[in-house]
């Protein structure tokens, strides 16, 4: 029955299908070659309207010619080498299927045929491709920390295509000594089971700025498609000067700046410029001393041998990334975002995310809803109308313009990271506009 094929589907079509019952077998003897390609059958979508569903007369030409069209589409992608999970990412394929459904097509006699124009046995698609399983991920999510990782998983996740291991906001496996020694069958094994065609990803913004990672990252899957998201180095450094005074963490070094019992923005504010300062002041003696090589090496071990500087080197994002391209990832695998655009466009940014990673755009701007008293977008539910924001815990420093840093400390801060900004650019082929005090 039904039942059969819908199981014998990846999970992102059963979502489009639904249930359904009442098939019966169907002779078709239109043969509508005129429909073998996306681009036809996307333009036969386009004139198919919900009203000429609910007349018999059209609604029977419809079914033949969209049925026909799915399996000379699948018997073209076949002959040009494509997979049968990339027939089922185009978006012109879903449309099709879930028309099929409302028509009431007989879905089994689609399988078969569609097993049959990838050469496949009886029943081997789901063999093939529509097995659950887990899957490294084909998407790394690198950081960088505190640029806004958390609200991009979020909004994602929203997804019915994309996955990420379960009960895990981030995995720190690649970062993690005795994680990384448990082995990749370790890795594996935290993965969300997933049909062919879905995506699997992880987001750990640590990778970033760990010089082991990428080296291990290549070496397990070397075409795996990267995502960055950077954001402003100077506001970066405060959100993050934040979350380890509020976190409790290295307290023996940011008890130095400031007393961690009064919290509150303006005692950060003011431990944060004492910190900067002093940091700004050994970084650049260091450089000045070692030169710019053992410099770069420095600022790639601090999370060994100076943890709390690397709240201003996380920053740097231009000697992070180069490490990337250097492990032997090639500048398109990488998407590089921009933060400040997650927090002003979401929409925007997510809809570029989806693209890159193959996965339809719908995530779109209708689900996003800036709330006035979180002073960020939250995620809106369609059918419900009610907004999600992010916890407390994300959302401290940027509200309402982000922080009021003396006008000294944001010129020594935007002076340090500027040279470093402008390789980012290079990087990138876009100037994001943070050099200027
Ligand atoms: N929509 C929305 N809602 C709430 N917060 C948002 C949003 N978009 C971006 N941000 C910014 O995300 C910052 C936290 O970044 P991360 O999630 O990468 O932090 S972490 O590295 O995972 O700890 C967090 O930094 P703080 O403002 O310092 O808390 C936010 O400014």
């Given at each position: 029955?039904?039942?059969?094929?819908?199981?014998?589907?990846?999970?992102?079509?059963?979502?489009?299908?639904?249930?359904?019952?009442?098939?019966?077998?169907?002779?078709?003897?239109?043969?509508?070659?005129?429909?073998?390609?996306?681009?036809?059958?996307?333009?036969?979508?386009?004139k198919?309207?919900?009203?000429?569903?609910?007349?018999?007369?059209?609604?029977?030409?419809?079914?033949?010619s969209?049925?026909e069209?799915?399996?000379?589409?699948?018997?073209?992608?076949?002959?040009?080498?494509?997979?049968?999970?990339?027939?089922?990412?185009?978006?012109s394929?879903?449309?099709?299927?879930?028309?099929l459904?409302?028509?009431?097509?007989d879905?089994?006699?689609?399988?078969?045929?569609?097993?049959?124009?990838?050469?496949?046995?009886?029943?081997?698609?789901?063999?093939?491709?529509?097995?659950?399983?887990k899957r490294?991920?084909?998407?790394?999510?690198?950081?960088?920390?505190?640029?806004?990782?958390?609200?991009?998983?979020?909004?994602?996740?929203?997804?019915?295509?994309?996955?990420?291991?379960?009960?895990?906001?981030?995995?720190?496996?690649?970062?993690?000594?005795?994680?990384?020694?448990?082995?990749?069958?370790?890795?594996?094994s935290?993965?969300?089971?997933?049909?062919?065609?879905?995506?699997?990803?992880?987001?750990?913004?640590?990778?970033?700025?760990?010089?082991?990672?990428?080296?291990?990252?290549?070496?397990?899957?070397?075409?795996?498609?990267?995502?960055?998201?950077?954001?402003?180095?100077?506001?970066?450094?405060f959100?993050?000067?934040?979350?380890?005074?509020?976190?409790?963490?290295?307290?023996?070094?940011?008890?130095?700046?400031?007393?961690?019992?009064?919290?509150?923005?303006?005692?950060?504010?003011?431990?944060?410029?004492?910190?900067?300062?002093?940091y700004?002041?050994?970084?650049?003696?260091?450089?000045?001393?070692?030169?710019?090589?053992?410099?770069?090496?420095?600022?790639?071990?601090v999370?060994?041998?100076?943890?709390?500087?690397?709240i201003?080197?996380n920053?740097?994002?231009?000697?992070?990334?180069?490490?990337?391209?250097?492990?032997?990832?090639?500048?398109?695998?990488?998407?590089i975002?921009?933060?400040?655009?997650?927090?002003?466009?979401?929409?925007?940014?997510?809809?570029?995310?989806?693209?890159?990673?193959g996965?339809?755009?719908?995530?779109?701007?209708?689900?996003?809803?800036?709330?006035?008293?979180k002073?960020f977008?939250?995620?809106?539910n369609?059918?419900?109308?009610?907004?999600?924001?992010?916890?407390?815990?994300?959302?401290?420093?940027r509200?309402?313009?982000?922080?009021?840093?003396?006008?000294?400390?944001?010129?020594?801060?935007?002076?340090?990271?500027?040279?470093?900004?402008s390789?980012?650019?290079?990087?990138?082929?876009?100037?994001?506009?943070?050099?200027?005090?």
């Open positions: 029955g039904n039942d059969n094929l819908r199981s014998h589907l990846p999970r992102s079509i059963q979502n489009i299908i639904g249930s359904q019952s009442n098939n019966k077998q169907q002779k078709y003897q239109l043969n509508l070659d005129w429909m073998n390609e996306t681009p036809n059958l996307k333009r036969f979508l386009s198919v309207s919900t009203e000429e569903l609910s007349k018999p007369d059209r609604a029977e030409v419809i079914r033949v969209l049925f069209a799915l399996i000379n589409l699948a018997k073209a992608e076949h002959e040009k080498g494509n997979e049968f999970p990339n027939l089922l990412k185009m978006s394929v879903r449309r099709a299927i879930s028309i459904k409302k028509l009431n097509a879905l089994n006699l689609l399988q078969m045929k569609m097993e049959a124009a990838y050469g496949l046995c009886k029943g081997c698609l789901q063999e093939k491709y529509g097995k659950k399983k490294l991920p084909q998407v790394i999510c690198i950081g960088a920390k505190k640029c806004g990782t958390g609200a991009f998983q979020n909004f994602l996740a929203h997804h019915p295509h994309l996955f990420k291991p379960p009960g895990y906001d981030e995995v720190h496996f690649f970062d993690k000594e005795e994680d990384y020694a448990k082995g990749i069958e370790y890795y594996h935290l993965m969300p089971e997933t049909s062919a065609g879905e995506i699997t990803y992880e987001k750990t913004p640590k990778y970033m700025v760990i010089p082991e990672v990428p080296g291990r990252i290549y070496a397990m899957n070397s075409t795996v498609k990267l995502i960055a998201i950077v954001c402003n180095p100077v506001n970066r450094a959100s993050d000067f934040t979350h380890v005074v509020k976190s409790g963490y290295f307290k023996s070094e940011t008890s130095k700046y400031m007393n961690l019992e009064e919290t509150d923005e303006e005692s950060r504010l003011k431990g944060f410029e004492g910190f900067s300062e002093a700004i002041t050994k970084s650049n003696e260091i450089k000045e001393e070692k030169g710019d090589a053992q410099w770069r090496k420095w600022i790639q071990n999370h060994k041998e100076q943890v709390e500087a690397s201003l080197t920053g740097l994002y231009s000697v992070h990334l180069q490490n990337w391209l250097d492990a032997g990832f090639k500048r398109e695998q990488m998407l975002l921009n933060g400040e655009e997650l927090i002003s466009n979401p929409a925007k940014i997510i809809l570029r995310a989806q693209e890159f990673m996965l339809e755009p719908i995530i779109k701007e209708s689900h996003f809803v800036f709330d006035k008293d002073g977008y939250c995620f809106k369609l059918k419900t109308g009610e907004p999600s924001c992010l916890g407390d815990g994300k959302g401290r420093t509200a309402g313009g982000g922080p009021n840093f003396s006008p000294k400390l944001k010129e020594d801060l935007v002076s340090y990271f500027k040279p470093y900004n390789e980012l650019y290079k990087i990138i082929g876009e100037d994001f506009h943070w050099n200027e005090a």
